[in-house]
């Protein structure tokens, strides 16, 4: 009897690693995508939230090859048209006669409109430190928490393997929040 016992627990130890294995392969099968397509495009609402208000909006993005992304500001009306591109070295923002004017979260370090170029980065080169399931998404959660000035990133993946959202947390504390849509890699 103590001989059944032993090789129920560990057949039952066994399933449940494999379980969490196929899940990280899935976060690294996103990732190898991301890093071999030659670009992706996605639309993103973003709210960004500095505790005593929150400001929305939302963008169409495109990402080439070396994680690079170009933007269009699609709504609200007032700021819809503002377009640039953010890059590892830095970003430039074009528009006419209207400038996006949102505060910077995280102590300065993280502009609101650069949410879809942290989520691109994130997911191609962020340090997974989970992965499991919540209902039918797949929840990771990346970490740099070796460096001083960290943010963590918790992002859900549908069933084909495309990011649906994703949530920045700064000192524990939720501070960006992107709802991707019509994610497609080319």
């Known amino acids: 009897m103590k ?8 057949v039952l130890l066994i399933t449940g690693c494999g379980g969490k294995g196929k899940e990280l392969d899935r976060a690294m099968e996103l990732r190898s995508r991301l890093l ?10 973003i709210t960004a939230d500095y505790g005593d208000k929150v400001h929305s909006f939302a963008m169409e993005n495109a990402t080439d090859g070396n994680g690079n992304i170009r933007f269009t500001v699609s709504a609200p009306d007032s700021i819809a048209g503002i377009a640039g591109t953010i890059r590892n070295s830095g970003g430039e923002l074009t528009f006419e006669d209207t400038a996006l004017s949102f505060p910077l979260l995280a102590d300065g370090q993280l502009a609101p409109v650069s949410a879809p170029w942290l989520l691109m980065k994130t997911l191609r080169s962020g340090y997974l430190t989970s992965a499991g399931m919540e209902g039918e998404l797949l929840r990771i959660t990346i970490d740099d928490r070796y460096e001083e000035d960290a943010l963590t990133a918790d992002i859900w993946i ?3 393997n495309c990011p649906v959202r994703g949530e920045f947390l700064w000192q524990g504390r939720s501070i960006l929040t992107i709802l991707v849509e019509d994610f497609r890699i080319g």
């Open 158 to 160: 549908d069933s084909e």
């Open 36 to 45: 071999d397509a030659s670009e992706c495009s996605f639309r993103a609402e």
């Open 3 to 10: 001989r059944i016992w032993l090789l129920l627990c560990a």
